[in-house]
């Protein structure tokens, strides 16, 4: 019964919420009445109780072993979104700061970053991509970053362009960094980072639940005048229970960490099908240029979101509905960018990527 279900999953391409692993879908479904050991669901059960600080601390254990996160930073399990960080950042960082935050401005997503930094104090923005409708990243090496800045902010992956930074940026000032996109998809130097956080919804989970990984030293720097669920670090005190946390977002992020690590074998693995899997789609880009107009430029390509149009609007229709029939959903782009978006997260199977190569190659041989 159980995997007639799953039988008749389709393809999901969606940029989030987005795929799941299946063995954590079935690992729910089996758990979801009645957790081991607690007699009750993770739904209903205290935050307080042993059985959930388990989970939590199991939750945590995980993303530390898969990161090789040291002592040095903090896990935190926040809510509101990777958009309630856009504010909680600069609160927390650049209030009250003498110098202003630099943001790189790379996408949508960094755009929005930069709004509601805006609005807490001094921001540089030492790169827009706008002119050229965010289809490429700059060279780090050559921004005019200051080493004194509160922060400099970037996003790693910007979802709704598809353009990614492929390495670790080298900064002199404390280092943000917008993961929602791509969180988990490759092995980190986490020292390089002062502050990563991640939505859960696109690459780590399902929605609820936001992981920010703060370097200890930057929770000094929190206002105790803060709106108490504003403050890090009134969060890092608390152990992110200083209200009710999203007990099940929490146990399914912390499903799918043991899944990263126990069935795929941890970040560098993943990595490695994650541009086995973004190859094929972007090959079949490079085969048919005039046909499939990718948005991003090839240096800059995400291995997360596969971005590209058509020169009719009949084609992308035909496409959509082309796809769907062959059990592919959710590749319709974002309105910003228009065309096609195949979110190719880290739980896409390989055969979904596949299948969707397949049909591109048919579906130009056919129309092109
Ligand atoms: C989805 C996304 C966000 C917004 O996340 P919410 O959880 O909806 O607030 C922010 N940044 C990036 C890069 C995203 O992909």
Redesign the pocket.
Known sequence: MASQVAQSRIYNFS??PAVMPVEVLQRIQEEIVCLPGAGASILEISHRSQEFIAIHEHAKERLRRLLKLKDSHEVLFLQ???????SMIPMNLLRGNPQAAQYIVT?S??K??LEEARKEGAVEVVFDGKSTNYDRLPEVKGLALNAEAAYVHV??????QGIQFAEDLEVAAPLVC?????FLYRPYDMEKYDLMY?????NAGP?GV?VVLIRKQLLEKSADDLPGYLSYKNHAEADSMWNTPPTFAVYALGLVAEWLEESIGGLENMYAINRQKASLLYSVLDEYPDFYIGHAQTKDRSLMNVTFRFATEAAEKGFLLGARENGMDSLKGHRSVGGIRASIYNAMPIDGVQALAQFMKDFAQKNA
């Open positions: 940029a989030g509101g979104g990777a958009r309630l960080q856009f996408g997503w960094g929005s970053a996003t790693s992956n910007e979802t709704i917008d993961s929602s996109s791509d991640a939505c859960a919804q696109k929605a936001t």
